[in-house]
């Protein structure tokens, strides 16, 4: 069946960066997201990525993506205090994984 | 500018009593979705409408309903909310052409 799994929590140091991992069951999927969720706030798209591309990068974001182990993850350079929140992977819209809670240390 | 506006932002209903979220975009996007976060989860998907077809999950609850009366507007209707429907409701828009969504803030569902 269709599953999107995530490490659960992260804790990095403000500036250092942080790698969130996410790994997606279907292989058909043509779009891999990732959201950004503030507490008792709605999601926010971060970004996208086609799955005939390999990486996208984004200003402070980049996105690799491994087709062949289905293994999704994005990469916050010089994480920020204003990036601790929860973090979605997300294939085809509708299937969500349980989301990485990023926490940054000052 | 919001683009998908989500009322209210919080509701409190009595066990048992109907509810209904409201939706609603400015984006003339195709597609409107409702999803449901309980605490500490991913949101799930409940149903969605392609224009006016509507589309239900096949393990969407009964108890949960929708219209969409035009493009704009979709509203998510709980016809006996239980303890276990308390969570948060997000409402999202997509065109079916880029498949990229945005959110609402999503509505806060507390049920007595």
């Known amino acids: 069946g269709e599953d999107v799994e995530q490490s659960l929590f992260l804790s990095v140091r403000e500036g250092d960066s942080s790698v969130i991992n996410c790994t997606y069951t279907?292989?058909?999927?043509?779009?891999l997201y990732w959201y950004k969720q503030e507490p008792g706030a709605g999601l926010q798209l971060l970004t996208y990525?086609?799955?005939?591309?390999d990486m996208k990068q984004d200003q402070r974001l980049t996105v690799l993506l491994n087709k062949k182990d289905k293994h999704l993850s994005l990469r916050i350079a010089d994480t920020q205090t204003g990036d601790s929140a929860i973090y979605f992977c997300?294939?085809?819209?509708?299937?969500f994984g349980p989301g990485t809670s990023l926490s940054v240390i000052p | 500018d919001a683009m998908v506006i989500q009322n209210p932002r919080y509701q409190v209903t009595q066990f048992g009593k109907p509810v209904t979220l409201s939706c609603s975009q400015t984006?003339?996007?195709?597609?409107m979705y409702w999803y449901q976060q309980k605490s500490s989860q991913a949101p799930k998907l409940l149903f969605h409408?392609?224009?006016?077809?509507?589309?239900n999950e096949a393990d969407t609850p009964d108890n949960f309903q929708s219209r969409r009366p035009n493009t704009s507007f979709c509203f998510l209707d709980i016809r006996s909310p239980g303890l276990g429907d308390a969570a948060m409701y997000l409402c999202?828009?997509?065109?079916?052409?880029?498949?990229?969504?945005?959110f609402g803030p999503g509505t806060r569902l507390t049920v007595l």
């Open positions: 999202a828009t997509s065109t079916g052409g880029t498949d990229t969504q945005y």
């Open positions: 279907d292989s058909s999927s043509t779009y």
């Open positions: 990525i086609f799955s005939n591309m």
């Open positions: 997300a294939e085809n819209k509708v299937i």
């Open positions: 984006l003339n996007h195709n597609v």
């Open positions: 409408y392609y224009d006016k077809d509507f589309n």
